[in-house]
């Protein structure tokens, strides 16, 4: 294969423009920034920007793996910042927030033991998951709608479960979730590892990707094709609420509390930005986990950039919406019509495929 | 066979209506105090904002779209003008207009980058929800309080009615806005566009209506709604402040719904989504009445009533298509 091949394999890939756009972020930040690709090792724990960037951006790549699934099959969900609330008020009000001392010495306490506490929450915000998909694929919801009905309803739960305070956990072996480090890397980020080999190997190595995708692109069709379309949907929307789940318990952990109302505010629209960011169609059908990965490592280095260049970090909304409308302006299809007309003459791009519904 | 039909398409407007007589009926055997026309008045006064960006909101819902950004519209607006008011002491007589131009240019872009470039409008209403609350961060992290004389005359005048009760200038703005919007969608060539579009965009082109023109003008007359709802709402708090009206647009949204305006586009109710509002307002104040609740309950109670809704227009909607089907 010459270079030639290589470079139009990679112009046609789907990872092309995220890739892009996270190189561009990290270009900007290596003249821009100081010290930002240095990496220090301090006590075994391996330290640096780039280290931070991967640990802060955690939450948002389980979100985004969950979200991705959902976004294939034509659905979205609204839901998960208020999923990631009460995972995080569930497991908080089970392990307890009492500080007990004996001998000057900080004991750890817990209600229930830390595992079951675990368990609860992620089964908790699964059945959540499960509730949004019940809606969508049996009663014939629209999505946004079915997951707005939980996205009201999540934080009034969240408050009802830690009683309308901000419950702080002193137990120290909840705190290793969210910022332990394990072979010098932060911990978090072997969960996301996990989650992330396990869905890439059932979504590529079985037949569940290509069923997913195939609802996306028309649930109708592949209805008659003998896909049981309301289960996978069913599945997806349960899978995006465990997702939501994991990353609640991480949230939660980083900052050893649980706060019903602003737990996770706002990130459903960060993970759905992630997922656009790595090249998925709104519109399902194709998916890129990777791509989505990528979407949210993008979106945590343009914070992270804002913080490290002492712009103020109120610009940081600003900055993200013009992004957003850049990539959006990038993937339309009718844009791309009148800006680039000439090229597309020139090369004979043909568009013809994405022409315009209306 | 029009008559079966009639009371399809009017059903979940009479089930609202209903729902509100029966909440404001229950809390008045509840509670003392809770039957009287003052009480029924405030929860106007106090959700006015609310009313005028739920109509704008189901303006939008009934072409098929969604504008999830006017809460931060409503944030910009109350920042911008108490920024403009207190910093740079303009004149009120200025800062509303500008204000009101500044949210339908808002929405107008909006609507024209759904519309022209064909982008799905919950990612443009998004970016338009961080841009608009990122600016409001940008004039200033902190709150501004308003002390212009007439805001503040504005926000504290009572408009006394009969028996001894009182209404506020924004109910007043309120109502001219609901009597406007009504003329609008019943009565014009507009409003029958806008539904025909949200029945069938398609068809509605091939009918020769200008489908692209009125998918704009309805996302710049939710800009303007929202700008409007926003200058109440400054009258109402008398401060601008970035984290004003956080995920209102998801309350416009449950007004809406409630109201019998399903997301699917082509039916919607001006009425309905009033009613939808005041719903809302009646479980807030029997929260209130109760005490012992904590408001977090109104959220709940709130998401319940969505799900029964939305649910009953799935089971109203299958049986259309059943019967449809069988016809």
């Known amino acids: 294969m010459d270079i030639k091949n290589i470079w139009n394999r990679l112009k046609s890939s789907q990872l092309c423009w995220p890739l892009a756009a996270l190189c561009i972020v990290l270009l900007f930040n290596l003249f821009f920034t100081k010290d930002f690709f240095s990496i220090e090792i301090k006590d075994g724990h391996l330290y640096g920007v780039t280290i931070d960037i991967l640990n802060r951006a955690t939450p948002l790549m389980l979100l985004a793996i969950g979200m991705t699934l959902v976004i ?282 994405n022409t315009a519904k209306l | 066979m029009k008559r079966i039909q009639l009371s399809y398409k009017y059903i979940n407007l009479f089930i609202t209506i209903f729902l509100f007589i029966a909440l404001f009926a229950v809390g008045s055997g509840l509670y003392t105090g809770f039957f009287s026309a003052q009480v029924l008045l405030n929860m106007l006064i106090d959700n006015a904002f609310l009313i005028i960006t739920s109509i704008g909101m189901t303006f939008v819902l009934i072409i098929g779209g969604i504008d999830i950004s006017i809460g931060s519209v409503i944030a910009l607006v109350c920042m911008l003008s108490a920024y403009l008011l207190e910093m740079q002491h303009w004149s009120p007589f200025i800062v509303i207009p500008a204000m009101l131009l500044m949210g339908s240019l808002f929405g107008l872009a909006q609507g024209s980058f759904i519309h022209f470039f064909n982008i799905q409008p919950f990612i443009v209403t998004l970016a338009g929800m961080f841009l608009a609350r990122g600016l409001c961060y940008v004039i200033s992290i902190d709150t501004i309080m308003i002390t212009d004389p007439f805001y503040q005359q504005v926000a504290t005048y009572r408009i006394p009615l009969p028996f001894e009760t009182f209404i506020s200038i924004s109910v007043l703005i309120a109502g001219v806005l609901v009597l406007a919007a009504l003329y609008l969608i019943n009565y014009t060539k507009f409003g029958r566009t806008v539904y025909a579009i949200g029945g069938n965009a398609q068809s509605a082109m091939l009918m020769g209506l200008p489908v692209g023109r009125t998918k704009v003008l309805v996302y710049a007359f939710n800009g303007f709604c929202s700008a409007l709802a926003g200058i109440v709402f400054s009258f109402y708090m008398l401060s601008g402040y970035g984290l004003h009206a956080v995920g209102l647009e998801m309350d416009a949204i449950a007004s809406a719904v409630i109201g019998g305006t399903p997301l699917t586009g082509g039916v919607g109710f001006v009425t309905g989504t009033v009613f939808g509002v005041l719903i809302q307002g009646v479980i807030q104040t029997l929260i209130m009445f109760q005490g012992t609740l904590s408001s977090w309950w109104t959220k709940i109670a709130i998401a319940f009533l969505l799900c029964i809704f939305i649910v009953l227009q799935r089971i109203i909607i299958a049986r259309k298509e059943r019967t449809k089907a069988i016809a």
């Not at chain 1, 996301?192 to 190595?205: I, S």
């Not at chain 1, 996978?232 to 649980?258: D, E, R």
């Not at chain 1, 059908?285 to 992270?304: C, E, K, N, P």
Request: charged share 10%.
């Open chain 1, 72 to 353: 294939a099959t034509k659905g979205i969900d609204i839901s998960v910042g208020s999923v990631i609330a009460i995972s995080g008020a569930v497991a908080a009000s089970l392990i307890g927030g009492k500080l007990e001392y004996v001998d000057g010495v900080q004991k750890l306490v817990t209600l229930v033991p830390m595992p079951v506490a675990i368990l609860v929450a992620l089964l908790a915000t699964t059945l959540l998951g499960m509730w949004n998909g019940l809606l969508i694929s049996r009663v014939g919801i629209q999505p946004i709608v079915a997951t707005l009905i939980l996205l009201v309803a999540g934080r009034g739960i969240a408050q009802l479960i830690t009683q309308g305070q901000i419950i702080t956990i002193y137990y120290k072996p909840f705190q290793y979730i969210g910022t332990g480090y394990l072979l010098g890397l932060p911990f978090s980020l072997f969960i996301v590892a996990v989650v992330f080999a396990v869905t890439l190997y059932a979504v590529r190595k079985t037949a569940l990707g290509m069923f997913i995708e195939s609802i996306g692109i028309n649930p109708v069709a592949s209805k008659f094709a003998g896909i049981s379309v309301s289960k996978y949907i069913f599945s997806v929307y349960a899978f995006s609420g465990l997702c939501a789940g994991i990353a609640g318990l991480i949230i939660c952990s980083n900052v050893s509390s649980a706060d019903g109302n602003n737990a996770g505010l706002f990130i459903e629209l960060d993970a759905i930005l992630a997922v656009s960011l790595g090249g998925n169609s709104l519109d399902g059908g194709r998916f890129s986990l990777v791509g989505s990965l990528i979407g949210a490592l993008v979106i945590q280095s343009i914070t992270t950039t804002i913080y490290a260049i002492g712009v103020p970090p109120e610009i940081t909304l600003v900055v993200k919406s013009v992004v957003v409308i850049l990539i959006c302006l990038l993937q339309s299809a009718n844009f791309r019509k009148i800006v680039f007309a000439k090229w597309a003459h020139k090369g004979g791009i043909s568009d013809e495929k």
